[in-house]
């Protein structure tokens, strides 16, 4: 009898410690992707804004400022992708 209930608690302990594990919730991402693709906006937006009203702003330097931001929201939409395959919530 002491094994049946040593047993229930081990598996009441084990699935109680699965799910309170690290994942992450679908709003964790969305919230990550979110951030990603503000940042960008905001750095295309900007750039826009200087090329356009000529604040000094070639098409080298727009190109730049864009491709950048670019980059960063590639490489972090990509990081916020692959955690939540890894760590997501998934029940």
Known sequence: MRLA???SLALATAFASFGVSACE???EYNEKIA???GD???AVNTAYK???YGVRYNKAD????VG???TNYMTESRA???NHMVVGCWW
């Open 5 to 7: 209930i040593f047993v």
């Open 25 to 27: 919730p679908w709003a």
């Open 35 to 37: 951030k990603a693709q």
């Open 40 to 42: 960008y906006q905001a």
């Open 50 to 52: 200087s090329y356009y």
């Open 62 to 65: 727009w190109e730049n400022a």
């Open 68 to 70: 950048t931001a670019l």
């Open 80 to 82: 916020a992708y692959s």
